[in-house]
């Protein structure tokens, strides 16, 4: 079964940065676009950033110049390097990502569990 496994939330104080990761497991034959996406209390789930297979990025104009997201095909894993962290910036952020498992010819789309990141003083 494929699963997304992030880490890297947690509490930070505005200004500061955070770096979270986001590890493709299971068998699979490819990973297409990879995000990330985050939901603040009470707000829809938004995108923050998606990288394609072939490393074009594209971002939320609210993160542009803070946030840069970056892959690793050879470890099936993404990374979102966030930098001038604001308390606007306060959400569960999730990934996601379009694989194709082994033994299939179809995408599908995998979401990982959501990590918390606070930004607070």
């Known amino acids: 079964q494929v699963q997304l496994v992030e880490s890297g939330g947690g509490l930070v104080q505005p200004g500061g940065s955070l770096r979270l990761s986001c590890a493709v497991s299971?068998?699979?034959?490819?990973?297409?676009?990879m995000g990330w996406y985050r939901q603040a209390p009470g707000k829809q789930r938004d995108l923050v950033a998606i990288?394609?297979?072939?490393?074009?990025?594209n971002y939320a104009d609210s993160v542009k110049g803070r946030f840069t997201v970056s892959r690793d095909n050879a470890k099936n894993t993404m990374y979102l390097q966030m930098n001038s962290l604001k308390p606007e910036d306060t959400a569960v952020y999730y990934c996601?990502?379009?694989?194709?498992?082994?033994?299939?010819?179809?995408?599908?789309?995998?979401w990982g569990q959501g990590t918390l990141i606070t930004v607070s003083s």
């Open positions: 990288i394609t297979s072939g490393g074009r990025v």
């Open positions: 996601n990502a379009r694989v194709v498992p082994a033994g299939s010819s179809i995408y599908r789309e995998v």
């Open positions: 299971g068998s699979i034959f490819s990973i297409g676009a």
